[in-house]
């Protein structure tokens, strides 16, 4: 069964975002064990984490987070990366945008309201059109071709919105984003893991990784005000 740890607490500067308390994110079906994989994540309420100005990813990305939904009555987004974004625009439904200025692939997730569950994501640029895969909990559910594409322009990026509108309500953590098709086996694979779990492989090609899970300076350093990029240097600011 998946659920939060019963003891949330927020604490310090971060007590409008950041929540800790070994969080339950996961349940090995095969070994039958419940694993934390996280020590706290991210919670928005009306909030964003800003990741700046971002241009395009390239002709391949994959984006991955673990989320729990309070509602999603705002069309909650997940993550906003240049000019792409995943967003819930209800409790089982989830958008996919190549490029927010065009069309939309849309998967049907079992009602989230309540509950983890992980988001894969995979967008291929195939000529004109962008070749798009949904997975819940590492099930692929949704197969579709938009004719829209990532563009280069840059555009602001952030975690928690869409610039400053389509706020997510509930919590985000172990946010992953590649410029690469991760294939299913790897998307179940990065699911069972934070950063310090991936393998070399699993690296490949990622572009950033948020834990989501302790309060930092906007550069990543150890402070107040900002979330680590523990892959590089896309760190984001509290806002």
């Not at 095969?30 to 100005?53: H, K, N, R």
């Not at 200025?101 to 309540?114: C, K, Q």
């Amino acid at each position: 069964m998946l659920g939060l740890g019963s003891n949330l607490t927020k604490g310090g500067a971060g007590a409008k975002t950041i929540v800790t308390d070994s969080l339950v994110l996961k349940h090995n079906y095969t070994g039958g064990a419940v694993q934390p994989l996280s020590d706290g994540a991210a919670y928005f309420v009306g909030q964003e984490i800003d990741l700046g100005s971002k241009s395009g990813l390239g002709s391949s990305t994959t984006i991955t987070a673990w989320v729990w939904a309070k509602d999603v009555t705002s069309n909650g987004a997940i993550i906003t990366f240049g000019d792409t974004m995943v967003r819930f625009n209800s409790s089982t439904s989830l958008k996919v945008f190549p490029d927010v200025g065009g069309g939309a692939s849309t998967g049907t997730f079992n009602d989230i309201i309540g509950r983890w569950v992980h988001v894969g994501v995979t967008m291929t640029i195939n000529g004109s059109n962008c070749d798009v895969l949904i997975y819940e909990d590492g099930a692929l559910i949704r197969a579709e071709t938009e004719t829209s594409v990532p563009s280069t322009d840059s555009r602001v990026s952030s975690i928690g919105s869409y610039v400053g509108n389509s706020f997510w309500s509930g919590y985000i953590c172990n946010v992953g984003l590649w410029n690469a098709t991760l294939s299913q086996a790897q998307i179940k694979s990065i699911m069972n893991k934070n950063y310090a779990g991936l393998s070399d492989s699993e690296k490949t090609d990622l572009v950033s990784w948020w834990n989501l899970d302790e309060e930092t300076a906007t550069d990543g350093t150890a402070g107040t005000g900002g979330v680590k990029d523990y892959h590089s240097t896309n760190h984001g600011t509290l806002s």
